[in-house]
Each structure stands twice: as C-alpha cells, then as structure tokens.
C-alpha cells in the first residue's frame, strides 16, 4: 500500500530550526516529485515547495524562500524540509504530498505534522 | 497572489446534486488545465477527487465531476450523501512569480 509518513514536528522557537522528515513506501519514489503543503490551525491550504524526481530543482513560495529548503534521499525514500529562522505565521500542519507525473495534481498525502512556532 | 475564490459554504440535501465554484485568473485557472479539486474531513488529510478539470483518479466515485469555463472551475457533487459533508478545496498552477500552485479559500459542504 502506498503511504506518506511524516515526522519530526514540534514546538520551535523563532529563529530557531526544525527539520520535518516524510518517508514513503509502497511505490517508486525516485519517480515522483514530491511537494511540502500546510494548513495554520482552522485555515486553508498553502503550497509551499516542491522538490523533482532526481533533487536537481525545487521551487519555494515566497513566503519561505530562502528560510525553508527542500531535499530528499531517494536511497531512504524520504522527503525533508528543513525550516531555519521560523516564524509565528510557520505555525501549521505539514503535509508531504506525492505529485502525480505530468499532472500537477497532488494524489498521496501523507498524515501531516503540526509545527508550532512560540517562544 | 491571493487565493483562489470559493464560497465558504454550500449546503444540499441527500440526493440533491450541489456545485462548488472556485474562482481565479487568466494565470492560473483560465491559463492552464490543471485545476484539482480534494476532499478534507475534520483531522484528515485531502485526498484527490478531480484532477486536470474533469479527471477522477480511480476509486473516487462517479458522482463526482470537474469542469471549467474561463477562470472558473466547478466541482459537482451529485446524488449527495452523508459522508460527502466535509471541507473542499480546488488548486490550480499558477504562473504566479510567487509560488507555483495557488489553493482555494475551502468550502465547507453541509449535508442537511
């Protein structure tokens, strides 16, 4: 069965770090590009990063560029985000989420892990 | 780049058949064909109902239809049942210089 778990959330500091982890199994992972998307507390859903196939090309919205960094090791089938100097509007549930080739739509999510920035 | 529009709630009663619309531009919903639409209940994660306007991934159910004229796409839930009553939101990809997929604002679909 093809599943996305996500780990690694918590309560971070501003200006603190966090790495969120997303580990995948029951497909081929390398073949996949892969997107992080959250959702604040009783929000709507916000694209954040994606990240192709290979890890040679990511993409961020401008909320997070140059905070937050996409990566993954497809020797470990696992998606990261690294998030560095947080930012009380981070505060959210990560999801990883699969992209269906060719079709930018988003067809496995995983189960989402809830970030919040405080100090 | 603001949300896409929807409306914050739509309500129908079983077996009626009710349309959520999901409003953009000419950048992202008019511009492209790749409009989906997921499903959220309270505490879950979305799953993929429509993709590319009018396409149902295998296992979502028939009643369940995409469409789009100019900047606005449409879902139709049809035939409406208890357990469609949940949050929905369309996405489309956006040649926005800001990010590369912009989501609705949600609805919330109430079962009466």
């Known amino acids: 069965e093809v599943h996305l778990v996500e780990s690694g959330g918590g309560l971070v500091q501003p200006g603190g770090s966090l790495r969120l982890s997303c580990a995948a199994s029951?497909?081929?992972?390398?073949?996949?590009?892969m997107h992080w998307v959250r959702q604040a507390p009783g929000k709507g859903l916000v694209w954040v990063s994606w990240?192709?196939?290979?890890?040679?090309?990511?993409y961020y919205a401008d909320s997070v560029k140059g905070r937050f960094t996409i990566s993954r090791d497809n020797a470990k089938n696992t998606l990261y985000l690294q998030m560095n100097s947080p930012r009380a509007e981070d505060t959210a549930v990560y999801y990883c989420?699969?992209?269906?080739?060719?079709?930018?739509?988003?067809?496995?999510w995983g189960q989402g892990t809830m970030v919040t920035v405080s100090s | 780049q603001s949300a896409l529009t929807q409306p914050a709630s739509v309500s129908g009663s079983p077996g009626q058949s009710i349309t959520i619309s999901c409003t953009g531009t000419?950048?992202?919903?008019?511009?492209?064909?790749?409009v989906s639409w997921y499903q959220q209940h309270p505490g879950k994660a979305p799953k993929l109902m429509i993709y590319?306007?009018?396409n149902r991934p295998s296992g979502v159910s028939n009643r369940f239809s995409g469409s789009k004229s100019g900047n606005t796409a449409s879902l139709t839930i049809s035939g409406l049942q208890a357990e469609d009553e949940a949050d929905y939101y369309c996405?489309?990809?956006?040649?926005?210089?800001?990010?590369?997929?912009?989501f609705g604002t949600g609805t919330k679909v109430t079962v009466l």
């Open positions: 989420a699969r992209e269906i080739a060719t079709y930018k739509a988003f067809d496995i």
């Open positions: 029951g497909f081929t992972f390398s073949s996949h590009w």
């Open positions: 990240i192709s196939s290979t890890g040679s090309s990511s």
């Open positions: 000419s950048s992202d919903v008019g511009g492209y064909n790749y």
């Open positions: 590319d306007v009018t």
């Open positions: 996405t489309s990809y956006t040649s926005s210089s800001t990010l590369d997929y912009v």
